[in-house]
């Protein structure tokens, strides 16, 4: 699958699980987050789109390989950037870097599978195999993959969308009580990333509570709580929705604890009576009914590699 990358937006990588995953494989390639800024991001042309929803694959001949690597032009052409007469162009602009060093001439051949490839310091990338998804789960429903009390879970809705032999990650869970947005790639470097503390991927939810709340809930959620497992607080807080049999708030945080939201609204003396996540860093759910399953556009992809420096 071909994807354009937005540019790393930091550098501080968090540990990884093991060595990085061998070149090609997920949609991190080779090369990790190196590379520079050079400028504004340019809205490419998206690619053709397969049965399934996701990205078209694209492959290149192995006589492509055999005559010294595919000309350069023809990659970017192929992931979608630009036609190969403007990808010549944005070579000659000196908009086109290979492996670090700009390009100053036509016909360059590179192995697209083992070269760094960015357009204005946006990273082209290819993969065949990689998955992302974004599944509104219902109520109800399990944050895993399979469950041996025949409970349902989000791994009932993937059997007719990935092809067998895929391990897809769920990145991160909902209990079975929370409805909303999970992501779910089989890169799992991106799902790790993702998940790690260190990142700070902001995360929204609506929250419905009954009766009347405190005014001063916004500012007490956001100045903290201690929790038993230590202080917690939300980013944000915003009332959607003010009546004397319930309130809806939307809340941001950074935390990733488990059943966070819901213990920091108990602390504060108003525990949940429904509970939705709404987006996961630049992701939103939108208004994809509950079960329903997409996939990810380039933009999000590139700006969710964009913020775990990928």
Known sequence: MWMTMNRPARRNAAPDRGARRASGAGGSGSGGGLGGDRGPTQSFAKPARNQSGGPAATSFRQGDRDAGGVRLQKVLARAGVASRRASEALIDEGRVEVD????????????????????????????????YLALNKPRGWQSTMSDEHGRACIGDVLADRVASGHRIFHVGRLDAETEGLILLTNDGELAHRLMHPSYEIAKTYVVTIDGKIRKDLGRTLRDGLELDDGPASVDSFKVLELTDEHAMVRVTLHEGRKRIVRRLFSAAGHPVTRLVRTGVGPVALGDQRPGAIRALGRDEIGDLYGRVGL
């Open 100 to 131: 670090g060093a700009v390009v100053s001439r036509q016909g360059m051949r590179i192995d697209p599978t083992q070269s760094v490839v960015r357009v204005d310091g946006i990273r082209v990338v290819i993969d065949d195999d990689t998955v």
